[in-house]
T-cell receptor
Framework: DAEITQSPRHKITETGRQVTLACHQT?????MFWYRQDLGHGLRLIHY???????NKGEVSDGYSVSRSNTEDLPLTLESAASSQTSVYFC?????????????????FGEGSRLTVL | DQQVKQNSPSLSVQEGRISILNCDYT??????FLWYKKYPAEGPTFLIS???IKDKNEDGRFTVFLNKSAKHLSLHIVPSQPGDSAVYFC???????????WGAGTKLIIKP
């Protein structure tokens, strides 16, 4: 079965360290997204990609970067982790065209990566 | 300023009764609305959506109603079942680029 997986599921790091969260999908979807979830804020978009070599900034992109070298993977990098980046991170994908998340609006989410920055 | 608001952080409903989750939005350019369900330690899963050209969409026990003039949508679950206990997120899109704007979520608890 097609799926979307994130790793690591849990990570504790120190302020200033570089951290990379992996996201791998086997849906062969063009569109991939990274969100963070914080209490009281719902899901906020960090970065997104509509295809290989395409990346775009979302609502809360400062301090994060992504790269898309193939269809399956969109790793999220925190160049210098800060305590404000302690959060749960979700990767998602969709097969819609023109960036719209498919005709049904359906995003497929990974199980999340909980990051703690001390 | 939150463009999508779910004003009830939690809701408790008796099993078998109707659950009504509410969502308000401020951006009149939103033309597509979605509900997602999230269990603890899992990612959100798509539940149901509605386009702004409709005022109702039904899928089994789940119905979403859209009132464009009031900028309000609601999700009805009838009858409520224990497995419906989860956090429900409302999200909206204006189609200009891909950005879903999310509400903060409502935790639904179904009591036996």
């Amino acid at each position: 079965d097609a799926e979307i997986t994130q790793s690591p599921r849990h990570k504790i790091t120190e302020t200033g360290r570089q951290v990379t969260l992996a996201c791998h999908q086997t849906w062969n979807h063009n569109n991939m997204f990274w969100y963070r979830q914080d209490l009281g804020h719902g899901l906020r978009l960090i970065h997104y990609s509509y295809g290989v070599h395409d990346t775009n900034k979302g609502e809360v992109s400062d301090g994060y970067s992504v790269s898309r070298s193939n269809t399956e993977d969109l790793p999220l990098t925190l160049e210098s982790a800060a305590s404000s980046q302690t959060s749960v991170y979700f990767c998602a994908s969709s097969g819609g065209t023109s960036g719209r998340a498919g005709n049904t609006g359906e995003l497929f989410f990974g199980e999340g990566s909980r990051l703690t920055v001390l | 300023d939150q463009q999508v608001k779910q004003n009830s952080p939690s809701l408790s409903v008796q099993e078998g009764r109707i659950s009504i989750l509410n969502c308000d939005y401020t951006n009149s350019m939103f033309d597509y609305f979605l509900w997602y369900k999230k269990y603890p330690a899992e990612g959100p899963t798509f539940l149901i959506s509605i386009s702004s050209i409709k005022d109702k969409n039904e899928d089994g026990r789940f119905t979403v109603f859209l009132n464009k003039s009031a900028k309000h949508l609601s999700l009805h679950i009838v009858p409520s079942q224990p497995g419906d206990s989860a956090v429900y997120f409302c999200a909206a899109s204006d189609g200009s680029n891909y950005q879903l704007i999310w509400g903060a979520g409502t935790k639904l608890i179904i009591k036996p």
